[in-house]
C-alpha cells in the first residue's frame, strides 16, 4: 500500500472512536475535507462544518484541513470570534492555527496557542506548536511537536522549522534529534522529512534509522526515503538483505526495495538465486512489497511507467517458483506470498 499520511486519515485513527452516528457524520464530510483544491464556496462549507461541529472528530478534521486551504481573507472576523468567544477549547485552537497560517497570526493568539502547546493530544499540540512558532519563534516550543506535524501538514511544519532554525545544518540537526525520540510517531515524522529532502546526509540518517527500528509505521516511512534516494542508499540496501530476515533491518531494506518498483528488480532476481538462504527469502519479500505497491491506485508515486514495471516484475515468476518448489519452509512461504501478490496485480 501507498505510504504517504494523509492527515485526516489520521485523525480519524488517532481520535477516540465516538458513537457511530458521530463517525457517520464524519464520513459524510471526508471527501470534501480531504480535496487538494476546493472552490471558495466549498472552503466556506468546510468553515461553515468547523464552526457548527460538535463531534470533536469532525472539528479536527475540519480544522485540519482549513489550515492546508485557508479561507478568504473575509472569513477572519468568523475566525477572530471562536478564538474569542467559543466554549470549545479544539475550536479555538484550530481557529487560531488557522488565523496564522492565513498569515494573520498576531500575538493575541499566543495564550490560546499556548494552551494548546500545554494539551494532552500530540497532534494538535503540533499544530499549535508549529503555529507559535511562526508568530513568535523565540517562546519555549518542543521541537520535537514542530516535527511531528510534518505527517499531517508538510508546508506548515516547514515554515515553523525554517523559523526555528535559520540554517540548513540546524535544521538537520534538529530532524535528526527527533529521529531519535521515544515517541514513534516523532520518529515517523522524521523519517518523512528526510525522505523529501535529497542529501548524502539525509540518506544516511535514514540508513541509520533502518537498522534499529521496529514499529511497521517507521519502517515504512524510512523505507519510503530509502526508496527516494536509491542513488545514495541501493548499495547499502543490496547488502542488507543477506541479514537474517527475521531482523528489523532486513524488513525495512526489503520494502524499500518494493517501493523502488522496476528499478528493484535486477536486486530482487540476483537475490532470489543468491547462495546466502536470507538473502532469497528477503529477495521473495520484497518482490510481494513491489507487486502490492504497483497495484495500488496511487503507484504513480514510486513508478514512472506502471506497465513497464509490472512487465518487469512478471519476469520474476520463474525464480520465485523454483523457490516455492525447492525452498526451505520460510523460503516455500515467502515466495508464494509474493506469486499471489503478482497474481493479483495482473487480475
Not at 457511530?20 to 487538494?36: F, M, N, T
Not at 488557522?98 to 493530544?121: C, F, K, R, Y
Not at 506548536?129 to 501538514?153: C, H, K, M, N
Amino acid at each position: 500500500m501507498k505510504i504517504k499520511l494523509y492527515a485526516l486519515v489520521l485523525f480519524v485513527s488517532l481520535l477516540p472512536t465516538g458513537s457511530a452516528l458521530a463517525q457517520q457524520e464524519l464520513s459524510q464530510v471526508l471527501p470534501l475535507l480531504q480535496k487538494y483544491a476546493r472552490t471558495t464556496e466549498e472552503t466556506q462549507q468546510v468553515l461553515q462544518v468547523f464552526r457548527t461541529a460538535r463531534n470533536p472528530d469532525v472539528i479536527f478534521a475540519a480544522g485540519a484541513s482549513l489550515v492546508k486551504i485557508p479561507p478568504a481573507k473575509t472569513q477572519e472576523p468568523a475566525l477572530w470570534n471562536l478564538v474569542l468567544r467559543s466554549e470549545n477549547v479544539l475550536k479555538q485552537t484550530f481557529a487560531a492555527v488557522i488565523l496564522t497560517a492565513m498569515g494573520s497570526g498576531h500575538n493575541e493568539l499566543l495564550p490560546v496557542l499556548q494552551a494548546g502547546m500545554a494539551g494532552q493530544d500530540p497532534v494538535l499540540r503540533a499544530y499549535a506548536a508549529s503555529a507559535t512558532a511562526l508568530i513568535e519563534p523565540q517562546a519555549s516550543i518542543l521541537t520535537d511537536d514542530v516535527v511531528r506535524l510534518y505527517i499531517f501538514d508538510g508546508p506548515l511544519a516547514e515554515r515553523a522549522l525554517d523559523k526555528l532554525t535559520h540554517t540548513p545544518q540546524a535544521l538537520f540537526t534538529t530532524v535528526k534529534k527527533a529521529a531519535g525520540s521515544s515517541d514513534k510517531q516523532v520518529r515517523a515524522a522524521a523519517a518523512t522529512w528526510l525522505a523529501k529532502h535529497h542529501s548524502s546526509q539525509t540518506a544516511q540518517q535514514l540508513l541509520k534509522m533502518a537498522k534499529k527500528e521496529k514499529e511497521p509505521e517507521v519502517q515504512a516511512a524510512i523505507a519510503n526515503g530509502l526508496a527516494a534516494q536509491r542513488e545514495y542508499t541501493l548499495e547499502t540496501v543490496e547488502k542488507a538483505l543477506q541479514r537474517k530476515y527475521t531482523s528489523p533491518y532486513a524488513t525495512t531494506c526489503a520494502l524499500a526495495l518494493g517501493f523502488m518498483t522496476g528499478n528493484g528488480v535486477t536486486t530482487v532476481r540476483q537475490h532470489l538465486a543468491h547462495k546466502n538462504v536470507h538473502a532469497r527469502i528477503n529477495a521473495a519479500r520484497a518482490a510481494a512489497y513491489m507487486a502490492s505497491v504497483l497495484s495500488n491506485p496511487e503507484a504513480f508515486a514510486y513508478s514512472s511507467d506502471r506497465v513497464f514495471d509490472i512487465h518487469l516484475l512478471k519476469g520474476l515468476i520463474p525464480a520465485l517458483t523454483t523457490l516455492e518448489q525447492t525452498g526451505s519452509g520460510a523460503e516455500k512461504t515467502y515466495a508464494t506470498n509474493a506469486l499471489r501478490q503478482i497474481e493479483k496485480l495482473m487480475e
